[in-house]
C-alpha cells in the first residue's frame, strides 16, 4: 500500500482548508480606508489561523516523508487529524468576527489542542508499525518535544482567554514561532 | 491508459466535497457559549458526512489500489460515484439545519443508498475489465459482504426515519462502526 | 519540461469547478417534500453542468495521456480553457436559478461554445508541437469529429432557445449523449 | 526531501485561488441582459486576477521546475506567496464591486506589489541553496528582469490610482502582456 494517495489527500484537503478562510474575508460596503479598517480582526484571525495549518502541512509533510508503510490505524489518524483542522476556518471565523472576545478565543484555543492531540495520535499510529526506522523515530522525538510543549501552552491559553484574551493570543504567536525557527537537527537526520 | 489522473481527480474532489462542508458551519451572532451550541445539530450531521465521505474515500483508495486499466466504463462510473457523493453536503446542511426531522433524515438515508448504489457499479465497471486479477476480485468479495449489509440497513433507515429518526440516524453510526473497524483479511490481500 | 503539474493544476480546478456548483444547491427553509421540489430547476441545471465538466476532464484526460512535451502556448491555451469552465458554474447556477428561461439557456449556450473553442485552441496548440506524434494526430481526429459537431449544436442552441429553451436543453443532452458514448476506435489506438 | 508534496501543495491552494474567485461572480435577480450587464465589473476585476494567478502559477511551475532540493527557508517563503496570493481574492471582489474606485484599485497594486516581493523572496531562497546550479540560476536571472520591471510599475499604479484608476488597470494590462509574451531564451535554458 503506497502512501502516495494519502499523501496527496491530505495536501487536498489541507490546501482547501487553508484557502477557504479568505471566503470570509469580506470587505463591507464602502471604497474607503475605513471599510478596509473593519477587515482587521478577521484578518488577525486569518494570519494566525495561515500559520498554524501552514505549520501542520510541514510537519505532515517531514512525518510522512519517512513513513514506508499505511496502515489501517495511519488512515483513520490521518482522517482525524483532518476532521479538527477542517474546522479551524469556522473558530478562526468566530474568533475574528468577535474581536477576539473571551470566549471564542478559548474555543479557539481548546481546537489547537485538539489538532496538536490528533497530530499525537498520528504520530503513535505512525510509531507503532515503523518500529524499527531510526530515521523515522528521530524526527518524531525532535517533533514531540515542540510538540508537547505547544500543548502545554494551548492548554493555559484556555483559562487565561478568560483573564485576558490578549495573553492567549501572545501565546497562540509565542507558538508559532516556536515552529518558525528551523531545526537543524531535523535537517540533519533527512540528510543522514 | 494510467490510472494516476483519475486518483487525482477523485481525491481532489473528495477533498473538497469533504472540506466545503464546514462552509456550512457559521456561527450565529454572539460570543458566548449560547451561540455556540446553536451549532451542535449541524457539527453532528458535519460529523456524520465526514465519518462516510472518509469511509469513501478509503474504499476508493483500497479498490484503486489493485487496479491495472482504466477502461471508459470505468472512468464513467467513478465520475457517476463523485455526482452523488457531491450532493452530501447539501443533505447534511439540509439535515441539521432542520434538527435531524424525518423527512430530511429519510432523504440523507436515501442518498447514501445512491452513493452506495455508485460504489457498487464502480466494482462491477472494475471487476469487467479485470476478470483474471484474483487479488482484486478478493478484495472486491471482502467489499461486496460490508456493502451490501450498508445498502441494506441505509435502506431500512428510510422507512424508518418516518417513525422515528433516531432510529435511522443510530442505523447510520452503526454503519459506520461496521467500516471502521478494520478487516485483517484485506491487509493479509495486500501484503499477499 | 514535464506535463505532470499541468495535469494537477488542471485537476485541481476542474475539481474544484465541479465539486463548488453544490454551493449554490441550497435547500429552501422547510424539512418537507416541497422544499425539496424548489431545488429541482438547480439540481437539473447542476447535473447538466456535472455532465459537461466531466466529458472535458475525461477529454482532457486522454488528449494529455499522449502529449509529450508542453510549450508555453500549451501552458496559455490550457489556462483559457480553465478559464472559460470557471464561468460554468455561475452560468449554471444563473440558468437554474430562473427555471430555465430563454435569455439565461441562451448565454449557457454561448459559453458552452466557448468552452468548446478553447478547447479547440488547445488542441492546435499541442498538434503545434506534436507534429510527427501519428498516435496523438489520431486520437485528435477522433475528438475533432465530435468536437466539431457540438459546436455546432451549441451554436443552433443559442438562437433556438429564444424560440423555446426547452429544445436547446434537449441539445444539451443530446451532445452529452454523443459523447457518454464510448469510442472503441479511441481506445484501440491507446492500446497500439 | 523531495519537492512533489511542495509543488502539489502550491498545486492545490493556487487551483483554489484561482476558482474561488468565481464564487462571487453572482448574477443579481432577473434573466435578461440588464442582469447580466451588472456583472461586468466583476467579471473584469475576475479575469485581470485570474490572468495574475496564472501567471504565478506559471512562473511557479518554470522556478520549480530546475530545483533540486527543499529546506525551510524555501518551505516558509512558499508558503508566504501563497498566503498573499490568497488575499488576491478579497482585493478582486472589492475592486469589482466597487467599480474600480481610486481606492481599493491602488489596495489591488499594493496587494501585487506584496506578491511580487514574496516570489522575489522565495527566489532568494531558492538561490541560497543552489549557489551551483547554473540552469536555475539563468532561468532566474530571466525572470528577474521582469519581476523588477513588474515591481516598478506596480508601485507607480498606487499614487497614479489616485489621479486616475483608469491608468493604474492600464498598467495591470501592460504587466499581463509582459509577462504573456512567451521568453524565447527560458525555453532555450530548459532544452540545454
Not at 65 to 75: C, E, L, P
Request: glycine content about 6%; proline content about 4%.
Amino acid at each position: 500500500m503506497g502512501k502516495s494517495r494519502l499523501e496527496a489527500f491530505s495536501d487536498g484537503v489541507i490546501a482547501i482548508i487553508i484557502t477557504i478562510m479568505v471566503l470570509e474575508l469580506k470587505v463591507p460596503e464602502g471604497a474607503d480606508l475605513h471599510a478596509l479598517k473593519t477587515l482587521i480582526p478577521v484578518l488577525s484571525s486569518y494570519i494566525l489561523s495561515f500559520v498554524f495549518v501552514g505549520i501542520y502541512w510541514n510537519n505532515h509533510h517531514h512525518l510522512l516523508a519517512v513513513v514506508k508503510k499505511i496502515s489501517a490505524g495511519i488512515m483513520w489518524a490521518n482522517l482525524n487529524l483532518l476532521f479538527w483542522l477542517s474546522l479551524v476556518p469556522v473558530a478562526t471565523d468566530w474568533m475574528g468576527g468577535n474581536y477576539f472576545q473571551k470566549f471564542p478565543v478559548a474555543v479557539y484555543a481548546i481546537l489547537l489542542d485538539c489538532c496538536g492531540i490528533s497530530y499525537t495520535i498520528l504520530q503513535l499510529a505512525i510509531e507503532n508499525c515503523h518500529k524499527d526506522n531510526i530515521q523515522l523515530i528521530n524526527i518524531m522525538q525532535r517533533q514531540k518535544g515542540k510538540g508537547m510543549g505547544s500543548l502545554f501552552l494551548y492548554t493555559a491559553a484556555i483559562p487565561l482567554a478568560f483573564i485576558n484574551p490578549v495573553i492567549s493570543c501572545l501565546i497562540f504567536v509565542l507558538v508559532a514561532i516556536i515552529w518558525f525557527i528551523p531545526d537543524k537537527k531535523i535537517e540533519q537526520i533527512y540528510s543522514e
